[in-house]
């Protein structure tokens, strides 16, 4: 088998080659071909350029949306390799920012829980509002209306009135649950305006806080910053983000009859139906979690072949509600670019200091050479 020509008359690789290039085999014991061959002299011998090509990308890359709702949505990323995928999918669980609560000032708390356990709950309260709209607060910086929100929680359990002792204790006693719903908003300056008729709030109303009992009482006030969950995981915008490779379910031989049966009734994903003729077909591959039953037994390896697309992603993005999911892959990006962006700069910056010190010492170089020249030492 040697190489040939691609559909843009580039050389191409072998096809045994390109299968270890693009797939990881997925064998009855351990996966194979898992590492992915990045180097771009990888096949020179071969007249293959592996480089990263931008224009190569451009053509390659596809996004095709799977499912989407409000707070989930799941898509295909086609044409790029697992390291960017990782490293869109760590900045979506660890950089990209939103507002929580980090101070909590007390004025009275006669609950059972302890005032740090109180504040911890609040931290992990998800908060509706873009936070975009704000700077981070600086170390020792004052609250302002750019760089806080301030919520009021004051609330106090009493006795319902003429109420049998049997009955709930939401029957029976007003504020018996404190829930999210119950954090009010006082705007700092002018934020009234700026956020008009869409005032911050928690994203959910029903997350319960605390529990009172007649008597208790909590009274308290919060302030809400912007930051990045590298820093603490209540910033985190996303309950997860997480791919999987595309799965593949090739049948290397004409499985039928009883054979078939045996086949449809042993994947749990149910990836096989039977045709009208007898005959097994892989009809959803999609759904194989790679659990290899199938081929786990017997002489059934050598029937069907399992693999994953390398550069085939199906990537989940699941919100905790205060920026829509499919915002979050745009933002996600944009602090890619940032970064890349700071890395140019860098290099930038240390390449023109470098040269400048050649310079320099270059210069000191010849005006030595001209003082030995003209003192004749
Ligand atoms: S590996 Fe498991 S899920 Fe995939 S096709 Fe085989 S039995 Fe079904």
Known sequence: MGSGEDSD????????????????EVGSKVPSNSEGVYYSGAYSSMGVDNSLSVSDLEKRLKVKILEKEKDRIVFELIGIDAPIANTIRR?????????????????????VIHEEILAHRLGLIPL???????????????????????FRLKVQCTKVAAV?????????????????SMLEWEPIGEQAEVFGSKPPKPVNDDILIAKLRPGQEIDLEVLAVKGISKDHAKWSPVATAFYR????????????????????????SNCFDIEESGKAVAVRPGQCTMCRECIRHG??????????????????????????????????????????????ERLTESLDVSSAQARASTNKEHLSH??????GR
Request: with cysteine; net charge negative.
């Open 9 to 24: 008359g580039k050389r191409s690789l072998p096809e045994h080659l390109e299968r270890m290039r693009s797939r990881v």
């Open 91 to 111: 900045i979506l669980l660890s950089e990209v920012p939103t507002m929580a609560i980090e101070k909590v000032s007390f004025f009275a708390n006669s609950s």
């Open 128 to 150: 509706d509002v873009d936070p975009n709209l704000f700077d981070y607060m600086e170390e020792g910086a004052e609250p302002s209306e750019v760089n806080a929100l301030k």
């Open 164 to 180: 049998p002792a049997e009955a709930k204790p939401s029957l029976k006693y007003h504020n018996s649950d404190v829930f999210s």
């Open 245 to 268: 490779m595309l799965p593949q379910v090739e049948l290397l031989k004409s499985i039928e009859g009883a054979d078939a049966i045996e086949l449809k009734d042993m994947c749990p």
């Open 299 to 344: 002489d059934w390896e050598e029937k069907i072949r399992l693999s994953r697309v390398r550069d085939h992603f199906i990537f989940s993005i699941e919100s905790t509600g205060a920026i829509a999911p499919e915002d979050l892959f745009m933002r996600a990006l944009q602090v890619l670019v940032d970064k890349c962006g700071n890395v140019v």
């Open 370 to 375: 001209l003082t030995r020249m003209s003192t």
